[in-house]
T-cell receptor, first 115, second 109 residues
Framework: DTAVSQTPKYLVTQMGNDKSIKCEQN?????MYWYKQDSKKFLKIMFS???????INETVPNRFSPKSPDKAHLNLHINSLELGDSAVYFC??????????????FGSGTRLTVV | SQQGEEDPQALSIQEGENATMNCSYK?????LQWYRQNSGRGLVHLIL?????REKHSGRLRVTLDTSKKSSSLLITASRAADTASYFC?????????FGKGITLSVRP
């Protein structure tokens, strides 16, 4: 069973389109994240949700809108895609137990290419 | 902004040798984590060391943490070709896991 699964794995789309990436975790974790990895492998956090509530919203264009229907799912919708949005997007989840962090579990990534 | 900075940026060793990777960070931390990323794959959590720990072992991995110098090192002993990957350190300022640029490790068979 895949712990954190993302779909699709690859996404090629034209500029100006709207697309969504879905993420699901079956670990029972309370917190989920979206990270963006650029062509130089630099990873930057975009959003974080804890029990369906947005807790981290980095400086991300408002064309990006996360949605968490329940604590096991965190989707990312992107409007009006631009060339600069091309990257690999990773979903992750984590669990804090009595203030102790046990590390993040990442999905395998969605490679988005905007043409 | 980046919190962790790994050193070196790239490392090439022979199978069987040890690989040492270093990470420096800027602000106080609760813990420091190391992750591995194989080409075209997601990140895999390797080991987490808490701010009150100085050394931790997991199989062939040994991590040290020096909070006075704000630095950590990851040692992989008896490296294998399968250890070829990018390695990232990550810290958690403001409860946001923040990654360094990563180290590319190549293990030659």
């Amino acid at each position: 069973d895949t712990a954190v699964s993302q779909t699709p794995k690859y996404l090629v789309t034209q500029m100006g389109n709207d697309k969504s990436i879905k993420c699901e975790q079956n670990l029972g974790h309370d917190t989920m994240y979206w990270y963006k990895q650029d062509s130089k492998k630099f990873l930057k956090i975009m959003f974080s949700y804890n029990n369906k509530e947005l807790i981290i919203n980095e400086t991300v264009p408002n064309r990006f809108s996360p949605k968490s229907p329940d604590k096991a799912h965190l989707n990312l919708h992107i409007n009006s895609l631009e060339l600069g949005d091309s990257a690999v997007y990773f979903c992750a989840s984590s669990q804090w137990d009595r203030g102790i962090d046990y590390g993040y579990t990442f999905g395998s990534g969605t490679r988005l290419t905007v043409v | 902004s980046q919190q962790g900075e790994e050193d070196p940026q790239a490392l090439s060793i022979q199978e069987g040798e040890n690989a040492t990777m270093n990470c420096s960070y800027k602000t106080s931390i609760n813990n420091l984590q190391w992750y591995r990323q194989n080409s075209g794959r997601g990140l895999v959590h390797l080991i987490l060391i808490r701010s009150n720990e100085r050394e931790k072992h997991s199989g062939r991995l040994r991590v040290t943490l020096d909070t006075s110098k704000k630095s950590s090192s990851l040692l992989i002993t008896a490296s294998r070709a399968a250890d070829t990957a990018s390695y990232f350190c990550a810290t958690d300022p403001n409860s946001k896991l923040t990654f360094g640029k990563g180290i590319t490790l190549s293990v030659r068979p």
